[in-house]
């Protein structure tokens, strides 16, 4: 199936270091306290970005990874920086600030007019991962200031230098794994493998988020040391969670995992058991006043217990896309506190939530702390009845909900799947689901498609307009929820034309031609542009081939409670489909 993209994203050097020293120099008057260490982890990570783009340019060029003067003054400036965010955090978020002079002069000579394709961390922005917590792994890990430091690029060229930092070594490597994405290698040249394995009796740390479906990033590493010489006792892992590697891994790799020395303080270690002032609930205190009890964890569909209703009627989870949540309880609120995202992602989902809460179509937001957005829990709501949809009151509210994400929020700062990209996904998973015949017919109904790219206009899209996405408030109207992320999630759709949206909402609701036409109308009046009718059409084709390959593809990773509501959903898309491609719809 094609479900999952790379976000990325096009930056200059030069702008990126000028960024960076902008935002120190802000913070060395600021306050101490979450906000001023949550800005500091944000700098870290664009540091990180700014050092995992020029490495990657240097590694083009070589089609291996070497010494070079840039990758390490990257490396101290990444190192200096990690130092700064770990004694913050170890001075409990307070203390002076004192940035060394040498990171403004790493940052001139890394200030190139050079264009850097950077990779959005899937760890920082979806998965709750905190460079706060590797230091901390690092420090219970007993390893000594000696040990070379490898970072698996991307995310790994920032946390690597947390758990060097935390072990006082000294400014760790980086390595980019390329090829299948179940067999990755690396490639090293000459003068860095002596550097590396110069001293045989070094241990070395491994650092990267995961491990995943196979754990071949973490396994090519492992490899070339193996095959190198050095014994697996030697070598140390930092991963992402306790778990162990994924059903796509060799069993050569999965017999070392479980022998290996693994060092991990996971989101729950970090900021549910830490104390005060370096946990959650002090942040979420701060932010919206005491809690009455321990927050309450809902992630993973947990959130479904709020429900009224019957257990079997609850709607389906993918938790491959399920954030980390909470519910915290004051004496007069509830607050829902998600994870969104740390550094600039998580601010861009403050501005967006907020825009979108001030519009009434979305619930009221108290703030961000630290990767989590605190919104108003609304208890006077219900779902709404399948018939609710197709009324003219919803399709209103929701013209202007669409229109509103198309004028009012923010341009993306990445682009979404061209329509090649969506037509050839909606060819593949129609192919693995419904046999050739029904992919044949697709390419007939959606030939050409490409010459309809000349319309599209990407903006913020919702991506996620499912029923049970809806609540009602009684006289006042409609709220969205989850309305934050997926035009920015690790799939392969991305931001798109408010078309994408439109229709998401005729499968979703399953409008008739007229109720699509109305949408289409109301969109296009709120957008000050007429939104196309083939386009919508040929979006919706590809709309119902992501979102059957979605859930089918989910089962693999869900339990056996949930898969028959995983089949339920996936086989009305199938359905959709194949009316569709047989005859369209009334």
């Not at 070395?204 to 590493?221: C, K, M, N, Q, R």
Request: glycine share 8%.
């Amino acid at each position: 199936m094609l479900v999952f993209g790379a976000v990325t994203r096009l930056e200059r050097a030069d702008a990126l270091c000028a960024t960076i020293a902008a935002q120190l120099r802000g913070l060395e008057h600021q306050p101490p306290g979450i906000e001023r260490h949550a800005a500091l982890v944000g700098i870290l990570l664009k540091a990180g970005e700014l050092v995992q783009g020029l490495s990657d340019v240097e590694f083009e060029k070589m089609t291996a990874d070497d010494i070079s003067a840039r990758r390490d003054i990257g490396s101290l400036l990444l190192l200096d920086l990690a130092r700064l965010v770990l004694r913050s955090w170890r001075q409990g978020l307070g203390g002076p600030l004192a940035v060394p002079a040498r990171v403004t002069a790493l940052l001139v000579h890394l200030r190139v007019p050079c264009s850097l394709c950077v990779s959005e961390a899937e760890g920082y922005s979806f998965y709750g991962l905190y460079p706060e917590s590797y230091a901390e792994a690092a420090m219970r890990s007993g390893l000594a200031a000696n040990t070379t430091v490898i970072g698996i690029r991307s995310i790994g060229t920032s946390l690597s230098a947390m758990v060097a930092a935390a072990i006082g070594a000294a400014g760790p490597v980086t390595l980019r794994p390329t090829g299948s994405p179940f067999r990755k290698r690396i490639a090293v040249a000459p003068r860095l493998s002596h550097r590396l394995l110069r001293d045989p009796t070094v241990r070395f740390a491994i650092v990267d988020e995961g491990p995943g479906l196979s754990g071949s990033s973490f396994g090519s590493v492992a490899d070339w040391l193996e095959d190198h010489g050095v014994d697996d006792k030697r070598v140390h892992f930092f991963p992402g969670h306790k778990g162990g590697l994924g059903p796509e891994s060799s069993s050569f790799h999965r017999k070392r995992w479980a022998a290996s020395a693994r060092n991990v303080v996971d989101l729950d270690d970090l900021l549910l058991e830490g104390p005060a002032p370096c946990c959650l609930a002090s942040w979420v205190s701060d932010l919206v006043g005491p809690l009455e009890r321990p927050l309450e964890d809902i992630s993973a569909g947990a959130w479904r217990k709020t429900l009224r209703g019957d257990r079997g009627a609850w709607p389906p989870v993918d938790r491959r896309f399920e954030r980390r949540k909470f519910l915290a309880h004051t004496a007069d609120d509830i607050w829902l506190v998600k994870f969104v995202g740390l550094g600039h992602v998580g601010q861009r989902k403050l501005v967006k939530a907020r825009l979108l809460a001030d519009a009434g179509f979305t619930p009221p937001v108290a703030g961000l702390c630290h990767g989590f957005l605190v919104e108003k829990w609304l208890e006077a709501t219900r779902p709404l009845a399948p018939t609710e949809f197709r009324q003219t009151t919803f399709i209103k509210h929701l013209g202007r909900y669409l229109a509103f994400r198309a004028r009012r929020l923010p341009l993306p700062v990445t682009s979404g799947a061209p329509l090649s990209k969506l037509c050839e996904m909606a060819i593949v998973n129609t192919e693995k689901t419904l046999g050739a015949a029904a992919a044949w017919r697709l390419k007939i109904l959606i030939g050409g498609a490409e010459r309809w790219q000349a319309l599209v206009q990407p903006v913020d899209t919702d991506n996620r307009l499912h029923p049970w996405e809806w609540l009602a408030r009684g006289e006042r109207g409609f709220l969205k929820t989850d309305a934050l992320d997926h035009s920015v999630a690790h799939d392969l759709i991305g931001c798109q034309d408010v078309a994408w949206d439109l229709a998401g909402a005729s499968v979703e609701f399953e409008f008739s031609v007229q109720q699509s036409a109305d949408l289409r109308a109301a969109v296009s009046d709120g957008c000050s542009r007429a939104v196309n009718a083939d386009l919508q059409a040929i979006l919706e084709v590809c709309y119902l081939a992501f979102q059957l390959g979605l859930w089918i593809s989910a089962k693999s990773v869900a339990t056996a409670e949930e898969i028959p509501r995983l089949e339920a959903v996936a086989s009305r898309y199938a359905n959709l489909l194949l009316r569709l491609l047989q005859g369209g719809r009334e």
